[in-house]
C-alpha cells in the first residue's frame, strides 16, 4: 500500500507541474530520496504510465490516456443527480464543463423536462473559453499570465456580436468573475441565450457548473440566485470528486 500511495503521488506531482518533471525536483515535490523515487519511476515507465523524455524528465505516460478518458465519460453519470437537483430548483438547464487543453468540453447536461429550447450547450460539444461563462468561471483561477498565453495560441473569433475579442476586456470580465464568485455570458456564444457559471472547487481538473436560460428569463435577480444554488451544488461535487463520492446525491 505504502509503494501505490508513492505511485499516485509521483503521478499526481508531474500533473500539477504540467506533465513533465525532471528526476531531482520529483523528489523535492514528493519528498522521498533519489534512490526510491527512481525505483517506482522505472516500474511506471515498465507499465506504461511514466514516459522518459529524451531530456531524461518524465511525463505522464499515454497508458493513463484510457483511464483517464474513461473516468471522464463516468463524470457526467457521477454529477447527473446534483444537476437534476439544480435543474428542480431553478428551472433551467445546467450543464457542467471541463478545460481540456486550451477548450472547454461540455460532459453533463440536464434540461428541464418542460424545455423547449434547444442550447448550443450540448454534451461532448468543444469550443473555446472566451466566449462561455464556464470558461470564465475556470480561468478565473488562472494568472492573467497564463490566461494572456492561452489566448494567445487560440486566438478570440467572434462568434455572435457580443463575443469578447480583446485580451484586456476579458481579463477585466475575469476580475469581476473573482470578485463576484460566478461569471456570466451575455449572448457571447449562442445569441439570446444567457449563462451563469461558478467553479467546481476542489476538482482533480478545471471545471465549472453553469445555468442557460433565454435572455428573457435571465434578469439579474436570477441570475443572482442561480449564482448561490450552482455555488452550493458545485461546492457538494467538489466534495465528492475529491474523495467522498457517495455523497453524491444524497441530499
Known sequence: MQSLGRAFSILEAIADAGGIMGLSRLAEEVGLPLATIHRLLRSLVDLGYVRQEPNRQYSLGPRLMRLAGEATSRLGVWARPLLSEAVQELGESVNLAILDGDEVV?????????????????????????????????????????????????????????????????????????????????????????????????????????????????????VERAAAVLGEVAGRLGAALSGAPAEVGLR
Do not use: N, W
Open 106 to 222: 461540455y460532459v453533463a447536461q440536464v434540461q428541464p423536462s418542460t424545455t423547449l429550447m434547444r442550447m448550443f450547450t450540448e454534451v461532448g460539444r468543444r469550443t473555446l473559453p472566451h466566449t462561455t461563462a464556464v470558461g470564465k468561471a475556470i480561468l478565473a483561477a488562472a494568472t492573467d499570465e497564463e490566461v494572456r498565453a492561452l489566448l494567445r495560441r487560440t486566438g478570440m473569433p467572434r462568434r455572435t456580436p457580443s463575443t469578447i475579442t480583446e485580451p484586456e476586456e476579458f481579463l477585466r470580465r475575469l476580475a469581476q468573475a473573482r470578485e463576484r464568485g460566478y461569471a456570466t455570458d451575455d449572448g457571447e456564444q449562442e445569441i439570446g441565450v444567457r449563462c451563469v457559471a461558478v467553479a467546481v472547487p476542489d476538482a482533480p481538473r478545471p471545471m465549472a457548473m453553469s445555468l442557460s436560460g433565454p435572455t428573457g428569463r435571465m434578469d439579474d435577480a436570477t
